[in-house]
């Protein structure tokens, strides 16, 4: 069975970083830089959304509300991709799922992340 394990969340102030990692299990490892991978979040009452993905050719694309803030990567040889968040504002307060796509999509439980004083 495919997993992603998100970690890294948490409560950070205002103006304050994180960065969230995202593992894939061993049943993908050797496909994981085939993988395109996503940062989606979600709050109450509201649709997930597009945070950030990377293709497995490393390209890159943000949501507006990050872009400049936020920044994507992956370590194929760790079977991680990260998110480093900076200057995060309470309106970053969500739940991030991790997602990979390679003919068949796959979510992360989910990691909560509070931007409060």
């Known amino acids: 069975q495919v997993q992603f394990v998100e970690s890294g969340g948490g409560l950070v102030q205002p103006g304050g970083s994180l960065r969230l990692s995202c593992q894939a299990s061993?049943?993908?490892?050797?496909?994981?830089?085939?993988?395109?991978m996503g940062w989606y979040r979600q709050v109450p009452g509201k649709q997930r959304e597009l945070v950030a993905r990377?293709?497995?050719?490393?390209?890159?694309n943000y949501a507006d509300s990050v872009n400049g803030r936020f920044t994507i990567s992956r370590d194929n040889a760790k079977n991680t991709v990260y998110l480093q968040m900076n200057s995060l504002k309470p309106e970053d307060t969500a739940v991030y799922y991790c997602?990979?796509?390679?003919?068949?999509?796959?979510w992360g439980q989910g990691t909560q992340v509070t931007v409060s004083s």
């Open positions: 997602n990979g796509y390679f003919q068949t999509e796959y």
């Open positions: 061993k049943t993908i490892f050797s496909l994981f830089s085939l993988y395109t």
């Open positions: 990377i293709t497995s050719g490393s390209t890159t």
